[in-house]
């Protein structure tokens, strides 16, 4: 089943103005690896995202992510990313005609990994992934943040679970030595979503 998230959260971001975000989702913690998830108070299995589980998807499936045959895509500004051979182009159907994001999908278009970049950004970086988080938590969706590093890249992470789908949203925000904030963002089925986000963390670049 495709997911139809993405579009309308990056039409969101473009829409709000990120200064001021009243209801912030929680602070962002430095985290050691890029998979960890900061874990509130409620420990329910049902509203926290388990960091040793997909820990352990991704080492499971780093041996098959590995063998597979892979290709370089993105563009310029946008940054690139290696993607396996038989993922194609993808544009969601919630996003205008005119949208400038750049997407990359599986044959079946249920893991999905978006490119978007806002240039001469002039607002505040963690404004903009509060806004984010919101726009995700309003759909009753369990959401956390991390800081991490991307492409040696400060970068604010964003983690939605859509448990009624049996779907994952991770959204990367940094910002580069020319203004411009990045927009990079990994989803899909929870028994594949760790392919997708080693994807990003092991490949994305830049140049």
């Given at each position: 089943m495709k997911m139809r998230l993405i579009g309308l959260i990056i039409i969101a971001m473009t829409a709000l103005n990120f200064t001021?975000?009243?209801?912030?989702?929680?602070?962002?913690?430095?985290?050691?690896?890029?998979?960890?998830?900061?874990?509130?108070?409620?420990?329910?299995?049902?509203?926290?995202?388990?960091?040793?589980?997909?820990?352990?998807n991704k080492e499971n499936n780093a041996e098959e992510a590995s063998s597979e045959e892979t290709k370089k895509v993105g563009q310029d500004k946008y940054g690139f990313v290696q993607v396996p051979s038989s993922w194609v182009n993808f544009k969601d159907v919630d996003l205008p005609d005119d949208s400038k994001v750049i997407q990359y999908s599986d044959p079946l278009g249920s893991s999905i990994i978006t490119l978007n970049v806002i240039e001469n950004f002039d607002q505040n970086i963690e404004d903009a992934a509060q806004a984010t988080a919101q726009n995700i938590q309003s759909n009753g969706v369990n959401v956390k943040g991390a800081k991490v590093k991307i492409d040696n890249y400060d970068a604010y992470q964003i983690y939605g679970l859509y448990e009624d789908q049996g779907l994952m949203l991770i959204v990367w925000y940094f910002m580069d030595e020319n203004n411009n904030l990045h927009y990079v963002s990994a989803e899909g089925p929870l028994d594949t979503i760790s392919n997708v986000v080693a994807y990003v963390e092991k490949t994305y670049s830049l140049k």
């Open positions: 001021g975000c009243s209801k912030k989702v929680e602070s962002f913690n430095t985290q050691d690896k890029n998979t960890e998830i900061v874990q509130e108070e409620n420990k329910d299995k049902n509203d926290v995202l388990e960091t040793e589980n997909l820990d352990e």
